[in-house]
C-alpha cells in the first residue's frame, strides 16, 4: 500500500462551514481548478456514488465508503487491480480546524496508479485546502 497525507491547521473557519463545500459536489467546480465536471445524484452519504472529470481525464465513478458530517468522509475509486481511497479529517484543536487527507493506494497495480493519478491528487492537496477554505469563508461571512 501506498499512503500519503497533508494535514493544515486553520482558525479562518470552523467543521461546519467546510463541510457545507465539500458535501456539496455539485459545486466543487467552483472552487477546484482541476475538475471539469462533479455530479452526484441524491445526498452525500455512504453508499452513494458520485462523479468527477478531472480537466485531463475521463470521468470518474467514486463510492461515499463512510461518512460522519462534519467530522470525516471515506471515498473508493476503483481502477483495474487497483483501489485508492480518500480520507477527509475535520477535528477542532485549540490550535484551530485541523483539516487532514490522507490518499492511499493497494493492489497489484498500485505503484502504475499512484504514478497516473494519486501523485497528482497529492501534489493538489494543498491548493485544494486553500480553496475549500476561501469558499467556506464566504458561507461563514453570509
Known amino acids: 500500500m501506498i499512503s500519503k497525507s497533508y494535514s493544515y491547521i486553520t482558525k479562518e473557519i470552523g467543521a461546519e462551514e467546510i463541510w457545507k463545500v465539500v458535501s456539496n459536489i455539485n459545486k466543487w467546480t467552483e472552487w477546484d481548478k482541476t475538475l471539469k465536471f462533479a455530479k452526484i445524484d441524491g445526498e452525500f452519504k455512504a453508499g452513494n456514488f458520485f462523479t468527477i472529470q478531472p480537466t485531463n481525464g475521463p470521468k470518474v465513478k467514486i463510492l461515499l465508503v463512510d461518512v460522519k458530517p462534519s467530522e470525516y468522509f471515506k471515498d473508493l475509486t476503483r481502477f483495474p487491480f487497483a483501489k ?43 491548493e485544494d485546502i486553500e480553496a475549500q477554505i476561501i469558499e467556506a469563508k464566504k458561507i461563514k461571512s453570509s
Open 84 to 126: 485508492m481511497y480518500g480520507e477527509h479529517f475535520y477535528e477542532q484543536t485549540k490550535e484551530g480546524l485541523k483539516i487532514t487527507i490522507t490518499m492511499s493506494i493497494s493492489g497489484i497495480l498500485s505503484s502504475f496508479w499512484n504514478h497516473i493519478v494519486m501523485k497528482d491528487i497529492v501534489s493538489h492537496l494543498p
